[in-house]
């Protein structure tokens, strides 16, 4: 099946593609539609090494959760919150800045994240750690204090990113990008992005110490049913008093 074939299915939707399609691999080809559902062409290295079974459920979970999404809270075109149903999204945008599609994530998804500005890590956080070298200031606020530490001495940047490392085998990182070509540091557009990274971080990291109060609710809640159980088994002689006492020390401490 060569490229100028017109009788040509796209391998996710299975809808007919024309010459207007992107290969993935051989014979293994998708339309432009499913591709921006997926993210977009910026997303499409990310995309090739996925099976289309997998680029399908990805597109199914997202539209049924966007079907629920009402974010509570917006950074810009950067970062959605929905604090109800506890999901955050990423906005895609065409050319002129509308929005036309958001990845919807939920808040355990996350495993960690780090900001990068041309490639170098500036600082990072994530579920069971405090945001490196920073302090969050208000729920919505910058992350201030010594964030700048690995920062490069450079008077220009021309990447400045976040990166989100998911719990999700195929579809393991996302990114967040503020700057895709060359800025100067002095100059308005290089610091309004710098601040809008800086107040995704805070939400980011906001998310992760929610996520550990859930982790450990959860646990505490397995250790009373399990103490509970232990109880039950006192009850009928199934263990003795001195076996459940010891068994319940081990399970508080």
Do not use: H
Request: glycine content about 8%; proline content about 2%; aromatic content about 8%.
């Amino acid at each position: 099946m060569g490229f100028f074939d017109l009788k040509v299915n796209c391998s996710v939707c299975g809808e007919k593609t024309g010459l207007n399609r992107f290969q993935l691999k051989k014979d293994v080809w998708i339309c432009p539609e499913c591709l921006k559902e997926i993210g977009g062409t910026k997303e499409f290295n990310n995309v090739r090494q996925m099976e289309p079974d997998e680029i399908k459920k990805i597109i199914d979970t997202n539209k049924d959760r966007l079907s629920k999404f009402n974010p509570t809270k917006k950074i810009e075109n950067y970062f959605y919150i929905d604090e109800n149903l506890k999901q955050w999204g990423i906005p895609q945008t065409n050319i002129l800045g509308k929005v036309t599609n958001v990845r919807i994530y939920k808040y355990n998804d996350i495993v960690d994240f780090e900001l990068l500005e041309d490639g170098n890590s500036i600082t990072k956080g994530g579920t069971g750690r405090a945001l490196a070298g920073g302090i969050l200031f208000g729920d919505t606020g910058a992350v201030v204090g010594g964030v700048t530490g690995n920062r490069k001495s450079k008077s220009t940047c021309s990447k400045l990113q976040i990166k989100i490392t998911l719990n999700d085998l195929s579809n393991p990182v996302v990114y967040i990008n503020f700057i895709e070509t060359e800025f100067k540091k002095d100059g308005i557009v290089y610091k309004e992005a710098y601040n809008s990274a800086q107040k995704v971080l805070s939400l980011l990291q906001i998310i992760c110490t929610s996520n550990n109060k859930g982790n450990e609710e959860n646990t505490d809640y397995s250790r009373a049913e399990e103490i509970k159980e232990f109880k039950e088994l006192l009850d009928i002689g199934a263990i003795t008093q001195e076996e459940y006492d010891k068994k319940k020390k081990e399970l508080l401490n």
